[in-house]
Nanobody, 125 residues
């Protein structure tokens, strides 16, 4: 079993940056593709970004492409989400998730086995 703990959320003004981290327990981190999702109040959970097991492949939602960067450090069992040029519409709870079944990381939440509890990101205008 994998436990995931997100950190780095907070409040920031539009145009600012935040870096989210997700620390994973266990010694099998490199066997999981990792993803970030977000859920705004009253909305469904949306895909944000995913990264392959090795870190060599990434994918992004169109809404964050060019502004967010996903990366991972397998030696530290950690995945990151660097968020730049933040907008009020980026306000949400951000979750990291672990996907054992695909190499590059799934687009759908149901593809992920393990989830963190989330970290709140609030962007004010």
């Amino acid at each position: 079993q994998v436990q995931l703990i997100e950190s780095g959320g907070g409040s920031v003004q539009a145009g600012g940056s935040l870096r989210l981290s997700c620390a994973a327990s266990g010694r099998t981190f490199s066997t999981y593709a990792m993803g970030w999702f977000r859920q705004a109040p009253g909305k469904e959970r949306d895909f944000v970004a995913a990264i392959s097991r090795s870190g060599g492949s990434t994918r992004y939602a169109d809404s964050v492409k060019g502004r967010f960067i996903i990366s991972r450090d397998n030696a530290e069992n950690t995945v990151y989400l660097q968020m730049n040029s933040l907008k009020p519409e980026d306000t949400a709870v951000y979750y990291c998730a672990a996907d054992r079944n695909t190499v590059t990381g799934g687009y759908w939440g149901w593809q992920y086995e393990y989830w963190g509890r989330g970290t709140q990101v609030t962007v004010s205008s």
